[in-house]
């Protein structure tokens, strides 16, 4: 199984490569129950919580400046994909588009679905991170979050919400789906904060 889906990394990659985390050789998909079906016309995202509430169509989205970003991807399962290539919209343009209250201090991603993951403030408005709508240069696919998605490379995957449709901006910490059931809070990679007790 390792050696047909999973490599370990080795050469100048092992350096990229968090400890624990396997090479894969495909692009795994990892899904808590079912895919959401999500029509573009439709489709909403709204702000809420310690934030003006404001409610985004795709269009408004897709009028934002796109960017293409190559990142690794780490999921909390042990596997790794290096140089993903997204095209997306940054999460630093966006947030110029709302007013967000200044006691609010974490993050709480909505997600067609039902999905919800929790970050601090701090971890979800860096440069680097984004909102994804194509992956290697197509639509994302519905099983691997489209329409669209948001990617915090510098934390686990399932940080970056699949679906994402909403942010609730909060005072404190709240837990997100995975958190409430062991995940670690954060979810850092390089110190491999996989579950609440690590």
């Known amino acids: 199984m390792l050696g047909k889906f999973f490599h370990k990394p080795q050469g100048e990659n092992s350096d990229r490569v968090p400890p624990g985390q396997y090479l894969t050789n495909g692009f795994p998909v990892l899904t808590y129950g079912s895919t959401p079906k999500v029509d573009l016309a439709t489709w909403e995202f709204r702000v809420w919580g310690l934030a003006t509430p404001k409610v985004f169509t795709w269009d408004d989205f897709m009028n934002l400046p796109h960017h293409e970003f190559t990142a690794d991807f780490h999921c909390v399962t042990r596997w790794s994909k290096l140089d993903v290539k997204w095209t997306g919209i940054k999460v630093t343009d966006f947030m110029q588009l709302i007013e967000v209250d200044p006691q609010a201090v974490h993050v709480m991603e909505h997600c067609y679905g039902g999905y919800t993951t929790n970050l601090p403030l701090e971890d979800f408005v860096r440069e680097e991170n984004f909102f994804a709508f194509k992956l290697f240069g197509e639509p994302i696919p519905p099983d691997h979050g489209g329409p669209m998605r948001t990617v915090?490379?510098?934390?686990?995957?399932?940080?970056?919400?699949?679906?994402?449709?909403g942010l609730e901006f909060l005072a404190q910490e709240e837990l997100g789906f995975w958190e409430r059931n062991g995940y670690h809070s954060r979810g850092e990679p390089w110190a491999e904060e996989r579950y609440s007790f690590s």
């Open 152 to 165: 915090i490379p510098h934390l686990y995957a399932w940080k970056s919400a699949k679906w994402i449709n």
